[in-house]
């Protein structure tokens, strides 16, 4: 996605500048991965992912090889090679690898019906597997794992949720929110293991089941790993490129070698690595622009937000999940029988945080006074009931001037149009 973006603006600006050569290790053309979950829940088609095809490569000059990984860069010679041996020479690299998923350090992984929720392939697994098999097992509480629980529920499939902590999603929720959401999936008939440590995936050639380290088994014809991501840094760091969690980069998104770009999942920048594709999108503009030859372009990180993509369970959080002093003050709205939750956290007079359950529309409103850092000191009293009120009762309240950071599949389809009109 990232890679993709960026070529998408480097063509905007200077469309002549460069013989663009695109390597995939998939065999499909860039598709839009947030909408994955999407495909396996069978409300899109992997048709509809597709964010350019094949036609639209040919069209703009672009030689595409698809499913074919880069294995090797050999920076002094200015050349890629290929694991089919094929050599690629560049004046200008862009590595754009995103991540891995991780896998817990437990027996049984190899079996057969273990899968990670990553790429088409994945998903065309898990949608072949819903077929013929019964029972899943998902292991990993966060947006991934409960995206996937959500999906092969509505392929029908019987699903249970392995957690290690105490709550879902505790990265994007605090204790409250995960609280209700999993009173929300457990009402959907996903049942929900937190606080459980996964042992060993049983079975002897294929998945059995899940042995949990205390002592429960749950059975299963399908375990499908959502326990996280790291990014994907091996050929940088088999080119002797700096790295750490991820690849090096400065503001401008080149690596530790000036004629080596890095963006997306697969890098660090200022300590920092990625997940989402907001600031993806961002440090995407910078590459593309600073590959037109913009030396002023730098990344800023933006504030993003969260939200899952679980038809009916509306979720969002953005910034600070709690307060992280005295000083910080939350605003709480909890109305636990009707299933709604709303959290705002304030410092010094401005938003730092934003955490909702059962009534999201204000969302992008708390995440435009966070970017916008306003004092919301003259309507404090009002913010956690949600923009209409508060301007309602007062009119120091900023309109909303401009859309926020996205994230959802919605929001990233028309943040997609926008990018493609710009
Ligand atoms: C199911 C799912 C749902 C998601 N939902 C959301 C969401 O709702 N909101 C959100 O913001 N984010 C979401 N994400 C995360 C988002 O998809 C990623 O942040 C984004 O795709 C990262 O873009 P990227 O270009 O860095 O990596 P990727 O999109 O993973 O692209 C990297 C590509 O590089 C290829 N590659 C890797 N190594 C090589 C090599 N050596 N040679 C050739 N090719 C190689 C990979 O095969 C891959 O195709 C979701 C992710 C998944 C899997």
């Known amino acids: 996605?990232?890679?993709?973006r960026a070529v998408e603006e480097l063509l905007s600006r200077a469309p002549d500048r460069?013989?663009?050569?695109?390597?995939?290790?998939?065999?499909?053309?860039?598709?839009?991965?947030?909408?994955?979950?999407?495909?396996?829940a069978g409300d899109k088609t992997l048709d509809d992912i597709v964010i350019n095809p094949r036609s639209w490569y040919d069209e703009h000059g672009i030689r595409l090889i698809a499913g074919?990984?880069?294995?090797?860069?050999d920076r002094a010679g200015r050349k890629?090679?290929?694991?089919?041996?094929?050599?690629?020479?560049?004046?200008?690299?862009?590595?754009a690898t995103g991540s891995k998923p991780m896998a817990p350090p437990i027996p049984g992984l190899g079996l057969a019906n273990v899968r990670a929720f990553r790429?088409?392939?994945?998903?065309?697994?898990?949608?072949?597997?819903?077929k013929t098999l019964r029972r899943a097992v998902v292991i990993g509480g966060g947006l991934l794992g409960l995206?996937?629980?959500?999906?092969?529920?509505?392929?029908?499939?019987?699903?249970?949720?392995?957690?290690?902590?105490?709550?879902?999603?505790e990265r994007q929720l605090d204790a409250a929110a995960g609280t209700l959401l999993r009173r929300d999936l457990d009402a959907r008939g996903i049942a929900c293991f937190t606080n459980c440590q996964t042992e060993e995936i049983l079975g002897t050639d294929r998945a059995e089941g899940v042995l949990l380290a205390d002592g429960r088994t749950i059975s299963a014809d399908l375990v499908v790993l959502a326990v996280g991501i790291r990014p994907n840094i091996d050929l940088a760091r088999d080119a002797k490129l700096d790295v750490n969690r991820g690849i090096l980069v400065g503001d401008n998104m080149a690596t530790s070698d000036p004629d080596i770009y890095a963006i997306g999942e697969c890098i660090e920048h200022n300590g920092q690595v990625f997940g989402l594709v907001a600031p993806i999108w961002d440090q995407a503009k910078v590459c593309g622009a600073r590959l037109a030859g913009d030396v002023a372009a730098v990344y800023l990180p933006p504030p993003v937000f969260t939200s899952l993509k679980i038809t009916g369970v509306d979720v969002f959080s953005a910034g600070a999940l709690a307060a992280a002093d005295q000083a910080d003050q939350e605003i709480t709205?909890?109305?636990?029988?009707?299933?709604?939750?709303?959290?705002?956290?304030?410092?010094?007079?401005?938003?730092?945080?934003?955490?909702?359950?059962?009534?999201?529309?204000?969302?992008?409103?708390?995440?435009?006074?966070?970017?916008?850092?306003?004092?919301?000191s003259s309507f404090r009293d009002q913010i956690v009931f949600g923009r209409a009120f508060a301007e309602q009762a007062n009119a120091a309240v900023p309109p909303a001037d401009r859309a926020p950071v996205a994230n959802t599949d919605a929001d990233t389809a028309a943040a997609g149009l926008r990018w493609k009109a710009a």
């Open 1 to 4: 996605m990232a890679g993709m």
């Open 147 to 169: 995206e996937a629980a959500w999906g092969l529920k509505r392929r029908g499939m019987s699903v249970a949720l392995v957690h290690l902590m105490p709550t879902l999603m």
């Open 333 to 376: 709205l909890h109305d636990a029988k009707r299933g709604l939750y709303k959290k705002v956290i304030l410092r010094n007079d401005r938003v730092v945080g934003s955490v909702l359950f059962g009534s999201v529309a204000d969302g992008p409103w708390y995440v435009q006074l966070m970017r916008d850092k306003v004092d919301v």
């Open 80 to 95: 890629i090679a290929l694991a089919d041996g094929t050599v690629i020479t560049y004046d200008r690299l862009l590595l």
């Open 68 to 73: 074919n990984r880069a294995t090797a860069i």
């Open 18 to 40: 460069y013989d663009i050569t695109v390597v995939g290790a998939e065999v499909h053309t860039n598709y839009n991965r947030i909408l994955l979950s999407s495909v396996l």
């Open 119 to 130: 790429d088409v392939a994945d998903v065309e697994a898990m949608i072949g597997a819903a």
